[in-house]
């Protein structure tokens, strides 16, 4: 099995990620931003002076499997850097 596969099998694995369990609560985070869409929230291990992450709300497992429902959440989140 190559990389891809084991990376696509881990992707659908079910389970909480880093990222469930920001937006749950569960794991704290430095929240920068959030709306009904994403949140944006600063990097824990940061690798340059402004590192912060954006995340959607719901899950996208794959980019190829972003649905056009999908669209406005992907537009949101390429607008998001410019206001935090």
Request: charged content about 20%; aromatic content about 6%; overall charge negative.
């Amino acid at each position: 099995m190559g990389e891809v596969e084991r990376a696509q099998r881990a992707a659908e694995q079910a389970g909480p990620t880093v990222f469930s369990r920001i937006l749950d609560g569960s794991l704290p985070a430095h929240l920068l931003y959030e709306d009904d869409q994403c949140i944006a929230f600063r990097d824990a291990a940061p690798q340059a002076p402004v590192h912060f992450l954006v995340i959607p709300r719901r899950p996208l497992a794959r980019i190829s499997r972003v649905a056009e429902s999908d669209a406005q959440v992907s537009a949101g989140i390429g607008f998001l850097p410019l206001v935090v």
